[in-house]
């Protein structure tokens, strides 16, 4: 009975002696290929020896069980000393290496806190873009007594986004309307459309007519040593007590007007911002009646591509005359809907769309 326990055990111990030999096998892989990369911390390195020698331990220890389980029902009782004597081999393993044992917890503990840190900035990094994004291009607008305005905003393929929009009263009657786009991509274009679209709301406030509020910003962003960054924007101001609707664009695809007699655009009245620190600008005056439309996005929708074909103006126009009486929202998203379907269901640039409509 005693000899049928014994063997039982050799077999547990000889199966976990197996796992340990098969681990440490791994563990040896993995220390050869991460020493022979130099750009391996030394810390790291240490670990997966520290990792391999505690496999290679418990190895030695389960053979020596197996072999001492295996042995003592089956020599003589004055040789079960000699036996166990084996197991001061393990020990002695033991013993050796307890000497960095305190080194190991406290470079485990090291790298720990390096993981941490790093999951931390790649948390912060990842975060970092959608925090800009909603400064940039919020997902919830103001609600203004008059108008219903809908917007959608698609992230490209770039980590920052360049494109902004903002909605805000300048006045008692008067509402702007902003959108615009930084040439280029990164955290320096989103810098650049953070600055633009806070500072137009001040200037917007400042100065009746949008010209003038282009000339002044201009001039401000024109005067820093950034001669590879240029912005397209278009604002339009829309005042409910005189009916109407006051534009002006710096360089931006046009805007349209969705009326009664028919479809009029709003096209550039002057010169990319920052292309010129002299570079003038004027506005046009158009009455507003009660339901007409504004729409107004970014060049990513019209230059969204299917092979060398772009999207266009003809079809964003065509495709807001579709749902022409869809809410503004609605009609956003369908417009975007149709120029991802164009482009076989991706756009690779930034796009921001808006859609103001006149009660």
Request: charged content about 25%; some cysteine.
């Amino acid at each position: 009975m005693v000899t049928i326990v014994l063997d039982l055990l050799a077999l547990s111990c000889a199966l976990a002696m197996v796992f340990y030999i098969r681990s440490a096998r791994h563990r040896q892989r993995f220390v050869r290929l991460i020493k022979g990369d130099p750009g391996t911390h030394p810390e790291a390195l240490a670990l997966a020896h520290a990792g391999y020698r505690k496999d290679v331990h418990g190895s030695v220890v389960y053979g020596l069980l197996v072999a001492v389980a295996l042995l003592v029902g089956r020599v003589d009782w004055a040789n079960i000393t000699i036996v166990l004597a084996l197991l001061a081999v393990p020990a002695a393993m033991s013993v050796w290496w307890a000497r960095t044992a305190l080194e190991e917890v406290r470079m485990a503990r090291n790298r720990y806190a390096l993981e941490r840190r790093a999951e931390q900035a790649l948390e912060q990094e990842q975060l970092a873009p959608k925090a800009w994004a909603a400064r940039l291009a919020p997902e919830e607008v103001p609600d203004f007594s008059g108008f219903e305005i809908g917007r959608v905003y698609q992230a490209g393929s770039g980590l920052m986004a360049g494109d902004f929009f903002d909605v805000h009263r300048v006045g008692r009657h008067r509402v702007a309307a902003v959108i615009g786009d930084v040439a280029g991509h990164g955290i320096e274009s989103s810098i650049t459309a953070f600055q633009a679209k806070y500072l137009l709301r001040v200037f917007l406030r400042q100065f009746r007519d949008p010209a003038q509020a282009f000339e002044e910003i201009n001039a401000q962003l024109s005067a820093g040593d950034r001669n590879e960054e240029f912005i397209s924007a278009c604002v339009v101001v829309f005042d409910t007590e005189a009916g109407t609707l006051r534009y002006s664009s710096a360089g931006h695809p046009a805007a349209f007007l969705f009326h009664e007699e028919g479809t009029r655009p709003l096209r550039s009245t002057g010169p990319l911002l920052m292309l010129d620190p002299q570079a003038t600008y004027f506005s046009r005056e158009i009455p507003m009646a009660s339901g007409d439309l504004v729409v107004m996005y970014t060049d990513g929708l019209a230059e969204a591509r299917a092979g060398r074909q772009m999207f266009g103006e003809n079809r964003i126009i065509k495709s807001v005359e579709r749902d022409l009486n869809a809410a503004p929202d609605v009609l956003c998203k369908s417009l975007l809907d149709a120029a991802k379907d164009f482009a076989g269901g991706t756009i690779g640039d930034d796009t921001a769309i808006m859609a103001i409509r006149r009660d």
